[in-house]
């Protein structure tokens, strides 16, 4: 036979589930929320730069120039860098006219008294034509999210930040109600034990009373 403790537990255990999991999901959107508006706001601000957030930029692949280290739709993500961090084998992203490549650097070389870095993708037979130069890099690869490339596009839309801050607003709404819901239960409890107890004094002072 179940016991009514045995009820009591599990509905705190998934109270407590959903509260963790309301909770990440209101981090998720929150971080996606920021995450968009400084990326709108840069790019308002700065139309002609890629805009990054907390010095890390993120952009879809749409080439296969890289594959299988990195493939088509992939979500990479690059980070500010300088030149002492930069050695043969580094993945970077870097401007070539209105475009942004990402390949390996395959040899660093002394042009003109500059260093300039010879890049190849590791799907392409050979190496780029044009050296890149140091102004010329956005950042250094760190890392990618396969396939993310179609999602970002969605979560990039205003339409997408609007439905996300009204989902936020639900969800803060709903986590409000179940606080007051359980601070009424707490509420009442409290008061049915209080009137618990004074009855059993009661009963105690009469039984007292009647010996």
Known sequence: MYKLSDFDKSSKNLYRIGKILSTVICIII???????????????INPNELPSFLGVKSFVIVSE??????????????????KENLEVGDIISFKTGDYINTHRIVRIEEKNGEEVYIT????????????VKLQDIEGKYLFRLPGFGKITEILKSKVTLVILLVFLVIISCYEVRISKRKLKRKEERFEFNKKLVENVKKDKIKKNKEM
């Open 65 to 82: 120039s890289m594959e299988p280290t990195i493939m088509t739709n992939d979500l990479i993500f690059i980070t500010n860098t300088s």
């Open 30 to 44: 929150l971080f996606l929320i920021v995450f968009n508006i400084t990326l709108m706001i840069e790019s308002y």
């Open 120 to 131: 190849k993708g590791d799907n392409n037979n050979s190496e780029d034509r044009t050296p």
